[in-house]
């Protein structure tokens, strides 16, 4: 079956700029997950839902990141005011149910100017 | 604080000759270790997942293991495809989110 996708594979955008990541989980999969990972980096967690509500948010650096899972199942990571320093991959992974074994997707990159 | 180191940072060995990666780590009620690879450019790829101490785990080259304070994962007669980042996660008890470590990256050369 498909796996985790994640569009855009890319993402550039000028400082300041608000964008959308999207993610599309393996069908059937209640938990979902945003990490971010900086070069050299192990991945950062971001923000975990589980069904459509955030369970877990603690891992957001600050208010201009939000999530939202309307649905139960494709998730959209959001970044207002866009900064340099907010460049990275953003990955997006699910899983079964809690506690079970997560599979990531590819990945978008951001790249803040 | 639940953490999660990783050593070496990396690797480089000769095709054939064996290795183990090891992942320490301090947790308050272990849920799951997680042993992942990451090839440049792309989401972590999952291998094993290990519950308790003295479990074990096997694919093609590769073995983990897992102590009451680390993981290994042993890499017999490694081949140039086994180049990557293999990293080491965890859930911790009381919490669904995934710490990571940095990872190891390695090199296995003809």
């Known amino acids: 079956g498909a796996g985790v996708s994640q569009t855009p594979s890319n993402k550039v955008t000028e400082k300041g700029k608000y964008v959308e990541l999207r993610c599309d989980p393996i069908?059937?999969?209640?938990?979902l997950y945003w990490y971010r990972q900086s070069l050299g980096q192990g991945p950062e967690f971001l923000i975990y839902f589980q069904g459509t509500g955030a369970a877990d948010d603690s891992g957001l650096p600050n208010d201009r990141f939000f999530a939202v899972r309307p649905e139960g199942s494709v998730s959209t990571l959001k970044i207002q005011r866009t900064e340099r320093g907010d460049s990275a991959v953003y990955l997006c992974a699910s899983s079964k149910g809690l506690a079970d074994t997560q599979y990531f997707g590819p990945g978008t990159r951001l790249t803040v100017l | 604080e639940d953490q999660v180191t990783q050593s070496p940072e990396a690797l480089r060995l000769q095709e054939g000759e064996s290795s183990s990666l090891n992942c320490s780590y301090t947790v308050s009620g272990l849920r799951g270790l997680f042993w992942y690879r990451q090839d440049p450019g792309k989401g972590p790829e999952f291998l094993f997942t290990l519950y308790s101490a003295g479990e074990e785990k096997e694919k093609e080259r590769l073995k983990a293991t897992l102590t009451k304070k680390e993981s290994f994962l042993h890499i017999t007669a490694p081949k140039p495809e086994d180049s990557a980042t293999y990293l080491c996660?965890?859930?911790?008890?009381?919490?669904?989110?995934?710490?990571f470590g940095t990872g190891t990256k390695l090199q296995v050369i003809p």
């Open positions: 996660a965890l859930y911790s008890g009381g919490y669904q989110k995934v710490t």
């Open positions: 069908s059937g999969h209640t938990a």
